[in-house]
């Protein structure tokens, strides 16, 4: 993924805001999606001189070709604060030189209070990038942290992220919130079903289980969008066997695509899972141990529905 992330140089008088909130943002951002360095732009400590027209210059002046386009700065319904670019009028300015850098679907994410409000920045800005297809993240009244506000909505349309009235809400708040979760830099990048399954999946769950014995056993592999798979425990990224797992009255519940069925006990003990396995010859208990961590299982590397129908473990169509 490439991109490009902006963070003004100086704080306001006698406050740590850019040096203790908009710089570490920029910060974890580009390690979070390992994008090129962030780059500061001019401001006055008090923000009322700030440079727009060199703010829009340093985006003109790269070479594009951006998947997102990141801003951590103040804001308002109408303006990005830190960089002075205001009103209906800024907002086109900036529509007018992101556009020929930015990919077509490219996410635009505004870390700024109050420019997600209606009739606003946030909303301006995406009705001028829709040649573009882009979709602006922003937050919404009441003002909060830069990068860890749960009151986010998407334009276009508006719509909350995570809606106050969604069951989902108290999980949404904790995460943003939750000192070491880096939830608000990735939640842009996943599907409804994908955040949806990180808010309700158990603590330690994604990654690669080692399920059974050393010579009667697989791998397990989950990922955020409710689905796991089964390997053996040589070929790591041949698929054996597809399932969906889903969370309900404390336990995990895997329905696997040959008719197998697996209850896993929570909460979750990466060291020494129980695990309840039924088959055509009945259930019997076995135990699992998490032996790596999501960020080594890239669901991508793993081998497509070709594998799938060749398994003898299957049926195939």
């Known amino acids: 993924m490439n991109g490009f992330i902006m963070a003004p140089s100086h704080n306001k008088p006698d406050r740590h805001d850019a040096t203790g909130a908009f710089h570490i943002g920029a910060a974890k951002f580009q390690k979070v999606h390992s994008l090129p360095p962030w780059v500061r732009f001019e401001n006055t400590e008090d923000s009322k001189t700030a440079d727009a027209k060199g703010f829009l210059k340093m985006i003109q002046d790269q070479a594009g070709g951006w998947d997102v386009f990141a801003y951590f700065g103040h804001g308002d319904f109408n303006a990005l604060g830190s960089a002075d670019v205001r009103g209906r009028k800024g907002a086109t300015n900036l529509a007018n030189v992101l556009r020929p850098k930015c990919n077509s679907g490219a996410i635009i994410m505004l870390y700024a209070c109050n420019t997600g409000a209606p009739d606003g920045f946030a909303q301006w800005l995406a009705e001028d990038l829709a040649s573009i297809k882009a979709t602006v993240y922003a937050h919404v009244p009441p003002k909060g942290h830069t990068f860890q506000n749960a009151n986010v909505v998407s334009y276009p349309g508006s719509a909350p992220v995570i ?155």
Not at 170 to 190: E, I, K, Q, V
Not at 207 to 227: I, K
Not at 257 to 272: F, M, Q
Not at 273 to 296: C, F, L, W, Y
């Open 163 to 317: 809606a106050h009235s969604s069951r989902l809400w108290g999980d949404w708040y904790r995460d943003m919130h939750a000192s070491g979760n880096d939830l608000w830099a990735r939640f842009p990048f996943m599907t409804a079903k994908e955040l949806e399954a990180e808010l309700t999946a158990p603590g330690s769950l994604m990654g690669r289980w080692a399920v059974g014995g050393n010579t009667e056993g697989w791998h397990e592999v989950f990922f955020g969008d409710m689905t796991v798979v089964r390997t053996d425990t040589i070929s790591r990224y041949t698929i054996r066997d597809r399932g969906e797992w889903t969370v309900a009255h404390h336990k995990l519940t895997i329905n696997w695509g040959n008719g197998e069925r697996e209850e896993w006990p929570l909460p979750l003990n990466p060291h020494r899972q129980s695990v309840k396995h039924s088959d055509d010859g009945g259930m019997k208990t076995i135990k699992a141990t998490r032996i790596e961590a999501p960020n080594i299982n890239a669901q991508n590397l793993f081998h497509g529905q070709l594998h799938l129908k060749q398994s003898k473990l299957i049926k195939a169509g």
